[in-house]
T-cell receptor, first 108, second 115 residues
């Protein structure tokens, strides 16, 4: 089955700094690469996704980059704000296994 | 559109009791999933369904059963609850288009405590 690793497990940054979270997967058949955000006590929600035929996608302060050869994709958040504080999950292929999550804390 | 709804929101059971969690979606999605999330942990897939009348095991299926008799509903059953099943349960649904799986939409979760 799919092996998914997410790093780091926790990340603390100052407001305005950038944050990068990496997700490594094993299944070369994966063709859809989403990132979900889960605020405390809430349900996970999609924040950005990328298809296997695209290398990078950007949506305002959030971007996702994909390296299919190396089997990893990353979430980039620029100009971080306190409301970015949450747990972020990757889910390559989106149908089975989620990463263990990265707890991001943005300090004002 | 209500999206994905879950019933109940909270439940306390005694060891050995049984219960059924109900998930409903009104987006006509083919795929539905049940996850559990323990405190400070990620999401672990219990069972999933790729269509009405079909179900499959996920990562942690032991102690749970599921049924998908109607496309819009996915039921999760605990036949004999154990304290290790204390968790938050999330249901989700998604659609497939041109061979690609797509965004999962999650329900609000059910907080289950087994004493």
């Amino acid at each position: 089955g799919e092996n998914v690793e997410q790093h780091p497990s926790t990340l603390s940054v100052q407001e305005g700094d950038s944050a990068v979270i990496k997700c490594t997967y094993s299944d070369s058949a994966s063709n859809y690469f989403p990132w979900y955000k889960q605020e405390l006590g809430k349900r996970p929600q999609l924040i950005i996704d990328i298809r296997s035929n695209v290398g990078e996608k950007k949506d305002q302060r959030i971007a996702v980059t994909l390296n299919k050869t190396a089997k990893h994709f990353s979430l980039h958040i620029t100009e971080t704000q306190p409301e970015d504080s949450a747990v972020y999950f990757c889910a390559p292929r989106n149908d089975m296994r989620f990463g263990a999550g990265t707890r991001l804390t943005v300090k004002p | 559109n209500a999206g994905v709804t879950q019933t109940p929101k909270f439940r306390v059971l005694k060891t050995g009791q049984s219960m059924t969690l109900l998930c409903a979606q009104d987006m006509n999605h083919e795929y539905m999933y049940w996850y559990r999330q323990d405190p400070g942990m990620g999401l672990r897939l219990i069972h999933y369904s790729v269509g009405e009348g079909t179900t499959a095991k996920g990562e942690v299926p032991d102690g749970y059963n599921v049924s998908r008799l109607k496309k819009q509903n996915f039921l999760l059953g605990l036949e004999s609850a154990a304290p290790s099943q204390t968790s938050v349960y999330f249901c989700a649904s998604s659609y497939v288009l041109a061979g690609f799986n797509n965004e999962q939409f999650f329900g609000p979760g059910t907080r289950l405590t087994v004493l």
